[in-house]
T-cell receptor, first 114, second 111 residues
């Protein structure tokens, strides 16, 4: 595809349920990032994958959050036992990796936890 | 104190005006300085970026970085109603590669 795609575009869930958010990066991009955008906190880094290296998980807010990237392409962000404060737009970005400084963002998944 | 500070606005200007958007930052490790534009309910779109101190021009947009004062600017010349959006500065530490975003400035250009 031409750009980063994310699914679903919207997700409404009940407090305590688990959710999975998916990201398809731009073809050929080796680096993939997850960010979260909320009214109170702005746009915050969550996790970064580069090739086969161990991911940088320094931005994950709690152990309820995890992400994986299979085959160096598609990534899934999982939030377990969702809380109302997890409500936000989750954005995925990709770049060429080691020397690619330009991160291209997807449209985001809007998560609402009731 | 946040690593990147940005005036949230909103900033309202008439069409054709010159717009100045600014950020300050505290982390000396930042080497790349990005500007993103975000329309309502869309993902951020990369406008341009600069490396270290200096200016960079792209059409009606000019990005400026002064590392000595830790000050980042974006100038928009001949602003258009289509420029109405939120503008986010996002410096990057190349060692970490994660972007650190300012809170964003909401700009409205009145026709």
């Amino acid at each position: 595809g031409a750009g980063v795609s994310q699914s679903p575009s919207n997700k409404v869930t009940e407090k305590g349920k688990d959710v999975e958010l998916r990201c398809d990066p731009i073809s050929g991009h080796t680096a993939l990032y997850w960010y979260r955008q909320s009214l109170g906190q702005g746009l915050e880094f969550l996790i970064y994958f580069q090739g086969n290296s161990a991911p940088d998980k320094s931005g994950l807010p709690s152990d309820r959050f995890s992400a994986e990237r299979t085959g160096g392409s598609v990534s899934t962000l999982t939030i377990q036992r969702t809380q109302q404060e997890d409500s936000a737009v989750y954005l995925c970005a990709s770049s060429f990796g080691g020397t690619g400084n330009e991160q291209f963002f997807g449209p985001g998944t809007r998560l609402t936890v009731l | 104190q946040k690593e990147v500070e940005q005036d949230p606005g909103p900033l309202s200007v008439p069409e054709g005006a010159i717009v100045s958007l600014n950020c300050t930052y505290s982390n000396s490790a930042f080497q790349y300085f990005m500007w993103y534009r975000q329309y309502s309910r869309k993902g951020p779109e990369l406008l341009m970026y600069t490396y270290s101190s200096g200016n960079k021009e792209d059409g009606r947009f000019t990005a400026q970085v002064d590392k000595s004062s830790k000050y980042i600017s974006l100038f928009i010349r001949d602003s258009q109603p289509s420029d109405s959006a939120t503008y986010l500065c996002a410096p990057m530490d190349t060692g970490r590669r994660a972007l650190t975003f300012g809170s964003g400035t909401r700009l409205q250009v009145q026709p």
